[in-house]
């Protein structure tokens, strides 16, 4: 029988198994190098995060300050082009970002203090307006006793009130974290010209120096706009809400307002919290459900409208920012460094998608289309 060329048999192998007509064909074989790499890369970000986690004492506030200052440089070149010393410069930005955060904590930590210091008596009334709620739990209870189900639902209870001051302790920041942040950040800013020549210039290679130049202008530029345009967009959230609050009736619309604006900084996790937080303030101050749920989904229906429609249309033009990597990031830029890693969250995914498309370019040899 004559044998074709393509079915050569392999030199040692007597069950004549053909040889493939071309090289291309062979199956991808993960040499013992890549294994051995990806295997040191796993190890080394995992070690990275490990120190993120045990030193978040340290690295948050610097972290943290060297993004607000990236956000804030172009603030400080706008003034020392007005011949405003750039150390002058930082430092009243710094001051005028400071006292705009007094004032809006100073909106909510008044109603706040109020409420938590009323806890038991409203934590009394909601108990008591949830009780139209019995009815369908007996219900289901009814259904699931049909369904031969053993154990029916346990009553409604409200939950104990020891929670409060943990969460106060996990949300305040200690003084030495603060005081770091603030230096940190004066520092930045009034230096961050020369730590751009400084990190262009480690570089010998023309190329690289350009590169690494033009990913520093876009974060800049990228980050500075972000900041600008969610900053606009989350005060006129907090003001639509707290128009919102006064007409229906809502004690402390100012405050609520205020609260509204600072949670819309955290994405998806904010306006759920304000949402919930609207429902439990009505309930409590409205005699009737319908009446305490006016507000919570009046606010629903403008967060919707601003998350689907606003936000996209004006940030997907700077910078498209995948749904799926928004939340990734913020899950676990939260479960990292708590509530001011969602705040840094899309901020450092935009840094992420920058680094992606310089490092990685689109003339990059791609995976073919589907």
């Not at 004549?16 to 062979?26: A, D, I, Q, V, W």
């Not at 369904?147 to 001051?165: C, D, H, T």
């Not at 919102?244 to 609520?256: E, I, K, R, S």
């Not at 998350?307 to 910078?319: A, D, E, K």
Request: aromatic share 8%.
């Amino acid at each position: 029988m004559r044998v074709l060329p393509s079915e050569r048999p392999i030199p040692g192998n007597g069950e004549g198994t053909p040889l493939p007509e071309r090289p291309g064909e062979l199956p991808p074989v993960i040499r013992r190098t890549e294994f051995v790499a990806f295997a040191l890369a796993g190890l080394l970000l995992i070690a990275i995060v490990t120190v993120l986690y045990l030193g978040r004492a340290f690295f948050l506030p610097v972290v943290m300050a060297f993004v607000t200052g990236t956000m804030l440089s172009p603030a400080a070149t706008f003034l020392e082009k007005r011949k405003v010393p750039r150390g002058l410069a930082a430092a009243l930005i710094v001051i005028a970002v400071t006292t705009l955060v007094g004032f809006v904590v100073a909106l909510i930590a008044s109603p706040a203090m109020e409420w938590s210091s009323r806890l038991p008596e409203l934590g009394a009334k909601l108990k008591d307006k949830l009780h139209v709620f019995d009815r369908p739990l007996a219900l289901w209870r009814e259904l699931q006793a049909m369904l031969g189900g053993s154990e029916g639902l346990p009553s409604l209870q409200m939950p104990k009130f020891e929670w409060v001051q943990p969460t106060i302790e996990f949300l305040s920041p200690t003084f030495t974290e603060f005081l770091l942040f603030f230096v940190t950040l004066i520092l930045f800013i009034a230096s961050w010209r020369d730590l751009r020549r400084a990190m262009i210039m480690t570089f010998g290679d023309h190329d690289a120096r350009l590169r690494t130049l033009r990913i520093l202008n876009e974060i800049e530029v990228h980050l500075g706009n972000y900041l600008l345009t969610v900053t606009l967009i989350n005060v006129g959230v907090g003001v639509a809400a707290g128009i919102v609050c006064a007409l229906t009736g809502m004690p402390n619309p100012a405050g609520l307002g205020a609260l509204a604006a600072t949670l819309n900084f955290i994405p998806i996790i904010g306006p759920v919290a304000m949402f919930v937080i609207l429902v439990v303030v009505g309930l409590v101050t409205f005699p009737t459900v319908s009446g305490g749920l006016m507000a919570a989904l009046a606010f629903g229906g403008l967060t919707f409208l601003e998350g689907h429609f606003l936000t996209p249309t004006i940030i997907g033009r700077r910078l498209e920012l995948n749904a799926l990597a928004v939340l990734l990031a913020l899950a676990f830029w939260t479960w990292l460094w708590g509530p001011m890693g969602a705040f840094l969250s899309s901020p450092l995914l935009i840094v992420a998608l920058i680094l992606k498309e310089h490092l990685l370019p689109q003339d990059s040899p791609q995976l073919p289309q589907d």
